[in-house]
């Protein structure tokens, strides 16, 4: 029942405080060369899914498909994703950019950098491929590779985060980071798409895992939920704001595995072959080989604790 | 292929089955006053998504505006959420009714609740603003405010929690956990809508977060993933039931940090100032200052072990 | 601006690669027999909202009705469902199907698996109706049952987890495990639909808990935020692949309590009305009535602690 | 490209200039006592597509079903047009109502309406089965009875009229006419709902059928494709205004049959099982059994006639 | 405002009244061979969508595209339109069988006319080409074809008759029908599939145009508004109902011009090069090079005619 | 069932067909300059639409507001316009464009055509005031000014004309054209957009309304179903094809009535005043003040007339 309606007095004066406060905010004022709109999120959202069943065609979408026919569905998504995605990367280069003679500018990179991209993704299918083979070995639950496309959070993730470290090696602005949150918002795995990461990669369960923006992971690397690859701390400037930009997470070499809630922090190496416990906490770097667990003082029985 | 189909009687009996053991739930037959449909989940998350590209207007939605114009954008957009939340708070209301004379009040108190909630979004924007500015100065990776706008599910959960947050405090029934609950499950961060939060707060990554219904946090906090501020025990009543409304949950005063999986619980106080470590677990107050970290003991490592 | 477009030829190339790379999933030629399109996971989510609303009547959907009105919504939704989860169950039967003369026996298993699926649904939601009291009587910030059904992340799980493990009884492949992950993107409570889990099941928050898929749960058990109910190690067979099918997960008897971040992993046995703390780490059996918590070397402060 | 926006003055100015004009209609400024939102034209033909599919179950809608469950589909489809379609009459009702205190009188009369005219239906659906049999009957293109239903425009738009009738009839304002144009734009029928159409009519082709709001119809009436049955002239008041309600439509008796292009004006009378030729211009009464062609001038063929 | 529902007692009545009448209709009671659901219009309509775009590629759907990637989007179309029209064929065929072991026969032919309907549209697209050539040299007010393509209702009448004339052709029931109604409504051009139609067919503006199922047109030629091709009368059988399937239509040979408002009725021959005027009532055959146009005593003026 | 696909090789030449043939349209090959998609029927139709709603304020779309709020509604709708015409605008005139180097100029062009095109809409609402007073006062069917904005298809086919007019004027191609036929595929009336229209015109019914494109028509005209104002003949260029662009069509003084089916053919002028009757052909041009009906031959009465 709508029967009545607020003062419209009132209503003015919120409208007019919620513009005059956004000026805080202010994201077009600044951008003096291109005005441009910010890129879409729910586009973006779009293209992610769209390039899904680009990747593993026959998975998702429409494409109920076999052989041949399937050429077709993939030319006629990824004919539609290359409009999309050059679009809101000249939006996302106009933001970035300051000059007012830049537009054209932007436009022109804008297709060479689509034009790139799209280049880049039959070897990200080929990564994908062995992930999937990574999946299904590394999870005695995984019953086939076609159950981990369909249903595992990390390959999911991780073809998002190969997508969007493909766009981030580009120097694209903020869309490799809008991706990696979409991927995050659907699988609680949260990659920052400046992660370099090897084949093989299996993250299994993955809600909580946060992998920081400058780590680097080798090949054939396992990690389970809950884990972090973070920054122990970080530089603060003169005005005491962080410096961007700096290494500051873990190098994860070759073969590792990293078990449940394990917490490893810091520019520090994990050596070739090592395994880490669960809940472990690192913030040293340790040789190749290494097996870490925590101390054995957690594992003692208390029958009588009370409290909890 | 729908060749055949299932026998009827069967059909039939399920849905008889079906009809009846909801009556277990009964959510109709409490409400001998207003008899209004509950509120809807889809219709909230249509207005939390609207709400949104009022509060950061140019962001989301569709308005890919600039200056002036977004002022009718917004003016639009508010009105229609002005209908729908009233339509809501109106059903929420209904439900937690019992006098079968409410329902006009019902009516009544849904306009009144509406226009001051509405008033004080210009306030709730304000404080985002600020929120805003603490995630992109929080965060090394975060390379300017609008990044932690369209990216960051920190800012987001806050924005529906201090947009919950203020339903809460009109004693709107219902509507605000479902709110959180929208939040909790796009981004992992579990904020109860009673927990009163100050300026700059900032959460990272997020996944895992847990804050109580009544925890207490102040000015510039900040936390990271898998932090729990929760309850250590919560009273029962004489039938075993838990004691609804005492306050159980953390009191966080201002500057603290609190890292990654550490767990704060209980109706303690953590002092102004503190650092809170990862994977702490804390169930005592710590005055102002405090630097809390875990023993020692889960850094050994145990080269030879075998098995995890 | 579309102004101009990519080279033709490279646009081909890119296409031919990425489908020859596809190759490596393949999922369609490995079906001699059926030859059927794979499972669609936009349809088995549009299957697990439907069925939401007919398992909770009066709660989500369309169904703003009451009494007997509520019967036709009912049996319109479950006539609906019925359909589409019949052609999804003859795509996965399909998919696991070998013989090339199967084709009709997929169509009539899917027919009589459908029917006995439908026919669990009254003792399914017979069970939702014991989960949200426990929910409501198990967190005092819960005001309402119905709050648990609109609000609470783990009854929503539950449901589909219930849902699905019909489905794993019922010896369909790949949907069970596409229906658990929906929850689990919903959630971040990662089920799988192996899992046997008994009556009156509350899980609070739930974002990061995990439990494997040869758990055996009995019933008024519950568990907190970032539990894991792991396997502990897998065989491997003579090629060093996981076996696959071995009980490998916890028991867990009634009357259980697990508070948040325990991971507990293998084939061990909590006993019945047990409490296991927070962070706790559990690899053996427990009798009966144990009371486990984490050891005290952790509640240490560090005062000067610097880093963290 | 959205490069340059408009000058936010000039915007400003237009949209000022249509927020005055639209003064001129003023609709909402008119009701001082209701206040409501008018009637939306998209709701009443989600109604229109909802009804159609309820009076031929199963060749409308998602009702692929069969025997017992077509009843729930029914009962659904139903209930949620009886919401609808009350909504709508409540919002009508308040349109014409002028009376500052008649808000609820608007409320409790729409409920009694949408009451009586939902009881009309099972009467239209019998007189709806009459109908398809008069149009399988009456054109030896049409193959079978569901062939009229789902591809004979006269069908659709007498179901529409027979809906906007019993409307009409009930005194509900606006409503009707909208659901005749809501026929006619998708068949070019155009049947005011005032018009009293008798058992088994039957329209083949149907563009250009123009029914007046006056008309009586009797039973196994024939109207094909631009057949007019209008008014002469109409009254004017003494300010110049036409006189409204004034008899001034046709009336057609029992059996007769009118050819494509006919025009019959005026309070007139064709008598029971008249035929009426193509092309016939009619202002005159007629009596039973007449037989009326144009005159054979118009045959004449000039075969050296050079200009059209 | 939902306040009150209706007597449910009421409600249940008039649903079961509605299951009972539609008993009068019973489409799926007569089909004991196949048990199908009926074809469905919006799928119907969905595939006329689908074929514009193919048939017309770069000027409908999502296709914005150039040159070679055209080939993708046409190619993916195609393969989505021939599972619908599959299924949709199979529908039809089992609608119209009668035998109760022709399931598997009604499933094998739709394949086999799917097949042979896909490969009728080049030669469909080859005559529209020639179609859209002849609208644009017919109609002075027609600036380029694109325009003749994008904006003319007879190109897409005809798009969408020589689509339905194919299905007929092959047999199939109920779908060139319900084509030929899509087409309709939205153009109120009616042409029956069943009518034969040469090259270069041109109907301007077309509303009112009716061309009955046993027409044979010529090629080149022109057709106005109002235009009827219809039959005079039509033969009874011995029940008193039409014989259907007998040739009642006229034949208007090679480059013939009807003006709009013509009315040409029963199986008569409009000779070749002939001119029809505008309000023509023609009933019998003429030869070759005609010029047929109404006597004058029409043109004559009455200037003190007062009534209309 | 999709059990078996189509022969692969079949398809691949089916489409190679359909890429190959549809080279006779060749839509994008002409435009050597721009290269742009062509403009968007369905987003065209999007733009009719929400015009319309900015036009009648509180009619039309979400638009259920009253008073100041409206105008934020207003201000919403039309910058969403200004973008989405802007675009089309460029499209359209660089389908036109055929200097490679056009591509800004186009951009600009459009730019300058949509700000006057947005600037001429306050003056098009204040016609349609009129436009909507001459509906109320000339229909007595008609209750109120609302039932004809809300059910009158001549209302609306009016609006649209009005703003393809304006269209026009700024020699904006294709759009114009788009616009009209949307509107005559919804109501039946067809007027070109060419057509110089004045106030207060009002067309009831409307279906089978022709006004070709050099039509001139005063103020205060009626116009009923059917009526064609067309051209009676074309010249011919020395290719035999029509000359564009040629007036050809009637001229209509103020304050004529013309009733249904009545056909004007030529560059005749009917006087101011006249009143044409039903079915009336006129190619000669008639005074002031004329009444012209048609002879009295066809109201001869053939009683015993068999066939029809």
């Known amino acids: 029942m709508n029967d009545m309606t607020m003062d419209p007095g009132i209503m003015m004066s919120i409208v007019e405080d919620l513009s005059r406060y956004s000026g805080g905010f202010a994201p077009l004022d600044r951008q003096p060369g291109c005005a441009q709109p910010l890129p879409s999120r729910q586009i973006m959202a779009a293209i992610a899914e769209e390039l899904r069943s680009v990747l593993f065609p026959g998975y998702f979408g429409r494409m109920e498909s076999t052989g041949e026919n399937l050429r077709f569905h993939i030319g006629a998504a990824l004919d539609g994703v290359r409009r999309d995605i050059q679009e809101q990367v000249r939006r996302a280069l106009c933001f970035a950019c300051t000059d007012s003679d830049a537009v054209r500018g932007c436009a022109g990179r804008s297709m060479e950098i689509t034009r790139r991209f799209l280049s880049s993704l039959p070897m990200i299918q080929k990564m994908l491929v062995e992930d999937v083979t990574a999946a299904y070995e590394g999870d005695p639950a995984c019953l086939s590779p076609d159950e981990a496309i369909l249903a595992y959070p990390g390959v999911y993730a991780l073809a998002v985060h190969r997508i969007a470290h493909a766009l981030f090696?580009?120097?694209?602005?903020?869309?490799?980071?809008?991706?990696?949150?979409?991927?995050?918002?659907?699988?609680?795995?949260?990659?920052?798409?400046?992660?370099?990461?090897?084949?093989?990669?299996?993250?299994?369960?993955?809600?909580?895992?946060?992998?920081?923006?400058?780590?680097?992971?080798?090949d054939r690397v396992r990690v389970y939920q809950g884990v972090t690859l973070g920054a122990k701390t970080f530089q603060l400037?003169?005005?005491?704001?962080?410096?961007?930009?700096?290494?500051?997470?873990?190098i994860i070499e070759d073969d590792v595995v990293i078990y449940s809630g394990a917490t490893i922090l810091g520019r520090i190496t994990v050596g070739r072959g090592s395994i880490i416990g669960g809940n472990v906490w690192l913030t040293r770097s340790v040789p190749a080989g290494s097996r870490i667990t925590q101390g054995s003082a957690r594992h003692e029985i208390f029958q009588s604790g009370s409290g909890i």
């Open 169 to 218: 090696e580009l120097e694209v602005p903020l869309l490799p980071r809008m991706l990696s949150e979409i991927a995050h918002g659907a699988t609680g795995i949260d990659i920052h798409p400046g992660a370099r990461i090897g084949r093989r990669f299996f993250t299994d369960h993955g809600t909580g895992v946060v992998i920081g923006a400058t780590c680097i992971i080798g």
């Open 237 to 250: 400037d003169d005005d005491g704001h962080p410096v961007k930009g700096v290494p500051r997470h873990p």
